[in-house]
């Protein structure tokens, strides 16, 4: 079951939207607000929620926390900053993980007001908190940040859209880009010349397909020059 | 290396001072523009930036994106939106995965502009395409969005600092190797004829190091055809 979302006394219509926009970008969709400073419904969470309208409407607005907690099985604060407090830690993809594990317990993800997060006693009654990796130097993200990456770890964790995994490894150095583009030059003049694009609007999307083919290769410095070598080679033999 | 970010022709302000602002909060610092709609210095992007504005100031500004690109070793570009284009796909961990895995290569993380995103020939010019999962229902990211879920990954590939396998997804299928087999000896005969391999001794070694980079595309059957067709062409020009 997709974790409900919790905001804590939100102050601005237009963070409340952006968290709907996120959560509807990410396949969540039940929203509660408890006390939003300017009161609801609001005009402004409904226009910077973009697709997630309906989520906005039927967001359900609670007093208090713990009424908004009252059947919430698993609970977890989130917070960029760190807490001097003895409760468990999670990163946000191991909380997904714990959530996604779950049959039929109803979770929730809890946010604070956007200029004080989370206070100490709201967080108490969170099962763990999740802390959002960030730079020591800049720490303090947003609260439609922070939606938009706890989003993101829940699609994540609840779909299997990793593609099959192949391996692969650069032995040796991919050039510059620069190296290619004088490549990519040299063979379109070379093609042009040899009349290889017959059909003059099908050259863009021909030399798309060459280049695309060409660059996955990634390769380096030598082996372009290598390849020049050869093209040259064989034009330079038809003078 | 971490990687830098390049906006192809971003449009608001705002929504380039949100990018340098999630840079700064997950330890990105190098910021480069490509044709910013509005011009540079821009007032709306440092009031944005928040933590962010000293990388505002040291962005770098370029007139097209193959100049922004021309040092770049390894580029990936960011969509939400499927492309119908054979281009290697990863997933932003994916991604993150290989770009701490390499040492000493420049990488970059591209985005396209707000409203259309990152055009195909753009990408035809990138090594793989990052594609973050989002809900089919709405798969529309905004730019600030898609720089915070990089940015994230970046801080928690960097961090958790795993040099090891790296991980690929293709597309299309490889063709079988004698599809590839075939190619080698059409440019085998060809170079042959084209006197290529002017030192007789160095010609084993030589073509090895041909297959190598030839191969390491993983072309598909269609792939190797348009190549074929392309080296034909050129050598039927000599006759």
Partial sequence: ????????????????????????????????LVAPRDGWPNEKAVEMAAGGKEIIENATIYADFASAMADINLAYATTARHRDMVKRTASPAQAMAEITATQSLKTALIFGPERTGIENYEITLCDAIINIPTDAKNSSLNL??????????????????????RENSYENLPAPKSDMFGLFDQLEDYLDKADYFRVAHKKPIMLQNI?????????????????????????????
Avoid: T
Avoid at 145 to 165: F, L, N, R, T
């Fill in 211 to 239: 280049k695309n083919m060409l660059i996955r290769g990634a390769w380096s410095e030598q082996e372009i020059r290598s390849f020049r070598g050869m093209l040259r080679s064989l034009w330079e033999r038809s003078k």
């Fill in 144 to 165: 439609a940040q922070s939606a938009v990456i706890i989003g993101y770890e829940w699609i994540k964790a609840s779909s299997e859209c990793e593609v099959g995994a």
């Fill in 1 to 32: 079951m997709p974790p409900v979302i919790i905001l804590i006394r939100p102050q601005m219509g237009e963070n409340i939207g952006a968290v709907a926009r996120a959560m509807s970008n990410f396949g969540l969709s039940e929203l509660r």
